[in-house]
């Protein structure tokens, strides 16, 4: 399957809004989900189905997809935000993840 | 609460083998697809293979295809990735997670073991 490209880092100042891209041919024929990984610990899903948040993740987390471009959009940007992000694919039985975008809050 | 618990790791020469498990705990284990993936130090995440809740089909990365083997004992709560043939390319932390989302994400994720092929 082909790649899921990310920018590779995002800077943002507290409270603002921090917008991170998933690109790939077509993304939008398909549901996208996206992974918080803080330093040292595992990825937890905060966005499925290209817009919904799971039980527990604030709504500042918000999700969109058409075309060729997933875009996961963190509103009001807090210092705990800080972390990787990652998103994913399912596509002809396999799952694809992005490059990874490491979101630094200044 | 959803527990996985990963544990098989170590340190293993190239061509070596290894059998790395997941525990579970707090869910119907039997009722899930699950899933492992790894992540190579400094690196993204990788889905390396997946299995459907009654064990009956499987699903593996091309990378790892012919030298990896998902399993599942439903009985014991346990998920099992059998490693054959390794290669210094997977040294990688391994987590097992469950499938969800009507099969299009990775719901829970469990802390993950580090595997390192090194001689």
């Known amino acids: 399957s082909d790649e899921l490209t990310q920018p590779p880092s995002v800077s943002v100042s507290p409270g603002q809004t921090a917008s991170i891209t998933c690109s790939r041919d077509k993304l939008g024929d398909k549901f996208a989900s996206w992974y918080q990984q803080k330093p040292g610990q595992s990825p937890v899903l905060v966005i499925y189905?290209?817009?919904k948040r799971p039980s527990g993740i604030p709504e500042r987390f918000s999700g969109s997809n058409s075309g060729n471009t997933a875009t996961l959009t963190i509103s009001g940007t807090q210092a705990m935000d800080e972390a990787d992000y990652y998103c994913?694919?399912?596509?002809?039985?396999?799952?694809?993840f992005g490059t990874g975008t490491k979101v630094t809050v200044l | 609460e959803v527990q996985l618990v990963e544990s098989g790791g170590g340190l293993v020469q190239p061509g070596g083998s290894l059998r790395l498990s997941c525990a579970a705990s707090?869910?119907?284990?039997?009722?899930?697809?699950m899933h492992w993936v790894r992540q190579a130090p400094g690196k993204s995440l990788v889905w390396v293979s997946r299995?459907?809740?009654?064990?009956?089909?499987?699903a593996t990365a091309g990378s790892a295809k012919g030298r990896f083997t998902i399993s599942r004992d439903n009985t014991k709560n346990v998920l099992y990735l059998e490693m054959n043939s390794l290669r210094a390319e997977d040294t990688a932390v391994y987590y097992c997670?469950?499938?969800?989302?009507?099969?299009?994400?990775?719901?829970?994720w469990g802390q993950g073991t580090l595997v390192t092929v090194a001689s």
């Open positions: 997670a469950t499938g969800g989302c009507g099969g299009d994400c990775l719901e829970s």
């Open positions: 707090g869910f119907n284990f039997s009722k899930f697809w």
């Open positions: 994913q694919a399912w596509d002809s039985s396999a799952y694809v």
């Open positions: 189905q290209d817009n």
């Open positions: 299995i459907y809740s009654d064990g009956s089909t499987s």
